[in-house]
């Protein structure tokens, strides 16, 4: 054994790359065996409560990213601008992103494999490598948001002691924490997460109290929907922060980390259902945390002079200036909760990162290997990112829009092949989505990308400028929407000719 780790010091385990050895995994105990029939268990057991608790993690997990910096700024200022009119499309905004994830739960569970490995075996080499290539700049993006966000949160608890590329470092060094959290097994590693997304909620529903936001607007807002021409950019940002294209490979894969029998239909139906209970939960809890920051300011700067000009960076001085200290200042009270935001989620991309590249590229690396280099794409750019824009919140402010465009771009590539395989019989079997699901599927992923493609539409419009620039953006447009038809196209030639001869066949038998 040392003589072979001398000769492949990066690899792993000498065969095909999974998302987490048979070792890792949480076994799952045998509450209801005796339920099981002759041949096979095939109905899912009765509930349990102590399987639901030893399935969940996954879903608190892949929520995170409904949670992370980028969400909490969209929240700020579409309550600032927008006041409450707002709240119904945040309450539908989850809800398709709920959809989502538990097709990507879906997937994991019912095939054993994750997202980017089956995209590795589905298409051609040439589609597979600009999937991968996207996947990663859409974690990049999001990385350099919730570094940023997190590097805000230690400038200010702190006092501005701590510059904004010293935050950026010391936020790096979580990779470190991520790695040591992760030798002692999953369970342990969702405890952290748990308490991280606690103190977000605990700091949040503090403000909410403190500032004391109007109940009936609150449930208004959530029931009786309302858009202006005025507000329609934050409405979009909604939209658009709540679907995360690495989330939904993250979640496929995260899904494995149950050990789960697939030679029983019942054993992968009640993985499914426990999963969607606990992934229903955990986005009830981002949604409320979500619905906190955006109430607090709407009742505080919701027309007000201000409303336009607050970002991450000078939202807790403005509250702060607002409501004063009290016995715990709401600034640090902030902090603390950003804080919370951004750390949990860098480390979740890290651990996201690892999928990713692991799946599409069949590496075969040491995880610690993976999560340095996953770690490094972020951070070195951040770091650049840290010290060009320390002093300017505005410059801060206009770097998170390309991000977010960076990251709508990418939505396409991520929700089309995960829609794709959740309908194809050969990789799901009787686990694939039916008619009614899929078609509401391409509906609201239809809407997701008409919304983020409103988004690039209105701010190219605005940044392009020049023809040698407008033609470069134009050839870029131009390839994107091309390769978006085609992988549409594989999905229609995929279906309905055959579906349809499937169906007439049932018929007849």
Known sequence: MPAEENQLPLLAEPHEEVAYDEAEK?????????????????AAPPFSWRKLWLFTGPGFL??????????????????????YSLLWLLLWATAMGLLVQLLAARLGVATGRHLAELCREEYPTWARLVLWVMAELALIGADIQEVIGSAIAIQILSNGAIPLWAGVVIT????????????????????????????????????????????????VGMLVPKLSS????????????????????????????RDIDHSKKGRV?????????????????????????????????????LAKSIGLANAGQYLQEKYGGGLFPILYIWGIGLLAAGQSSTITGTYAGQFIMGGFLNLRLKKWV?????????????????????SSGELLDTLNEWLNVLQSVQIPFAIIPLLYLVSKEEIMGTFKVGALLKTISWLVAGLVILINGYLLL??????????PFTVTVSGFIGAYLAFIVY???????????RCLAQSKQAQIS
């Open 62 to 83: 892949s929520s995170i990213a409904f949670l992370d910096p980028g969400n909490l700024e969209g929240d700020l200022q579409a309550g600032a601008i927008a006041g």
């Open 230 to 257: 005025k507000t329609i950019q934050q409405a979009v940002g909604v939209v658009g922060c709540i679907i995360m294209p690495h989330n939904i490979f993250f979640h496929s894969a995260l899904v494995q980390s």
């Open 458 to 467: 209105e701010f190219f419009s605005s940044e392009v400028r020049g023809i």
């Open 370 to 390: 993976r999560a340095m280099i996953t770690r490094s794409c972020a951070i070195i750019p951040t770091i650049i990112v840290a010290l060009v824009f320390d």
């Open 269 to 305: 139906q009640e993985a499914l259902n426990y999963y969607t209970i606990e992934s229903s939960v955990a986005l009830t809890v981002s949604f409320i945390i979500n619905l906190f920051v955006t109430t607090v300011f709407a009742k505080g700067f919701y027309g007000t002079d």
């Open 172 to 219: 790096a060094l979580d990779c470190f924490l991520f790695l040591f959290l992760e030798n002692y097994g999953i369970r342990k590693l969702e405890a952290v997460f748990a308490v991280l997304i606690a103190t977000m909620a605990v700091s949040f529903a503090w403000m909410f109290a403190q500032t004391k936001p109007s109940g009936t607007e609150l449930i």
């Open 26 to 42: 949480v076994h799952i105990v045998g509450v209801g065996e005796e339920s099981e029939l002759e041949g096979g268990l095939l």
């Open 487 to 497: 992988l549409i196209s594989r999905d229609i030639t995929f279906c309905p000719w």
